[in-house]
């Protein structure tokens, strides 16, 4: 089992950066890759940027546009989300996740362990 807490959500104007943090322990070497979700009221579960296990290879969802940062720091096995320029449309619950298959995943369904989310909020 992989457990999975994020920190770092909070209010925040428009324009604004804020740095989100998932601290990974338990069985993390069966770990192929990491990600980041959001879900915004009423709304589908969105990718918002993963990563391979070891940290390489970057995606991002298409309304990033150059904003966020999504970085592995293996030191202290946590996942980072480094969020620049932040709209009102990026309010929501942010999660992390982790998957064990070795295909990279774009669906929610495809990562098998889920962090609780932390809640991001930016007013207008």
């Known amino acids: 089992q992989v457990q999975l807490t994020e920190s770092g959500g909070r209010l925040v104007q428009a324009g604004d950066s804020l740095t989100l943090s998932c601290v990974a322990s338990?069985?993390?070497?069966?770990?192929?890759?990491w990600a980041w979700f959001r879900q915004a009221p009423g709304k589908d579960r969105q990718l918002v940027a993963s990563v391979t296990q070891s940290g390489g290879n970057p995606k991002y969802g298409n309304f990033v546009e150059g904003r966020f940062t999504i970085s592995r720091d293996s030191a202290k096995n946590t996942l980072i989300l480094q969020m620049n320029s932040l709209k009102p449309d990026d309010s929501g619950i942010y999660y992390c996740v982790a998957r064990r298959t070795a295909v990279e995943a774009w669906a929610p369904n495809g990562y098998a362990f889920w962090g609780q989310g932390t809640q991001v909020t930016v007013s207008s």
């Open positions: 338990g069985r993390t070497s069966s770990v192929r890759g």
